[in-house]
């Protein structure tokens, strides 16, 4: 599972502005085989991109979330996985609808809740969760056929 050394953090400035596939290849330093996959993908509105970046975790922390948003499991009657890995990053996840997005960190916090933080600005009841982020997420999504959208959505964040 790759660690990226560029954290895709959030930087806010990038968040509302639309792209190109090399843009968003760009951006989030992942190559000119990832802004050739981008480009190949069908539109569709329901079908995020993740980009994690697992900051300090194990790699038996990492395997954990990748075997939780790729097993075979039985979703509303069918068998499905909540995501696909995308090339070799280890860190690009394509989930299939926004529903598989949210079922598999509903999964994830009801297992694995160590993994989830809450924003440092964050002002209510302090719980078990850390304000220390564990991994830190970027979510791409499309803006017409051939224009992305990159969206400082964290998959771990509890906000």
Request: net charge negative; with cysteine.
């Amino acid at each position: 599972m790759a660690n990226s050394s560029d954290s895709v953090t959030s930087d806010e400035s990038f968040a509302p502005a639309i792209h190109t596939a090399n843009e968003v290849a760009e951006l989030l330093h992942l190559g000119q085989d990832f802004a050739s996959y981008l480009e190949k993908q069908p539109y569709s509105e329901d079908d995020p991109i993740v980009v994690f970046d697992f900051l300090n975790l194990k790699e038996e922390q990492k395997l954990l979330i990748f075997n939780v948003l790729t097993s075979m499991r039985n979703i509303g009657g069918k068998m499905t996985v909540f995501a696909t890995l995308v090339g070799t990053y280890g860190n690009v996840f394509k989930f299939a609808t926004l529903d598989l997005y949210n079922l598999a960190r509903r999964e994830l916090l009801c297992n694995y809740s160590w993994l989830f933080f809450y924003p440092s600005d964050f002002n209510g009841p302090k719980t078990q969760f850390s304000a220390v982020p564990t991994v830190t997420s970027v979510v791409i999504t499309f803006y017409s056929e051939k224009k992305f959208e990159v969206h400082d959505w964290q998959f771990f964040e509890l906000a």
